[in-house]
């Protein structure tokens, strides 16, 4: 099941993808809450590939990084 899980998340292609910086957005929550790598040099005003996810709090879409989706993000070693 492991393996299954890994391949169908390496394989994420999602439907609509943006570029902006987080400054530019109007996100419900601060980019650097998302525990970047200790040795990234990206702030808010960085341009990154964003995608829609659902805030299951307040069941809203917003955007998240699209390199913090999927099992090669921001926390590979």
Same mark, same amino acid.
């Given at each position: 099941? #492991?393996?299954i899980d890994a391949q169908l998340a390496?394989?994420?292609? @999602? #439907? #609509?993808?943006?570029?902006?910086a987080a400054n530019e957005l109007d996100? @419900?929550?601060?980019?650097?809450?998302l525990n970047p790598h200790p040795?990234?040099?990206f702030d808010?005003?960085?341009?990154?590939?964003?995608?829609k996810a659902l805030d299951i709090v307040e069941m809203k879409s917003t955007y998240v990084p699209l390199d913090a989706v999927g099992l090669r993000g921001w926390f590979e070693d």
């Open positions: 099941m #492991e393996a390496e394989q994420f292609n @999602p #439907e #609509e993808t943006l570029t902006a996100l @419900p929550y601060d980019l650097m809450d040795s990234s040099i808010r005003g960085t341009l990154l590939g964003w995608t």
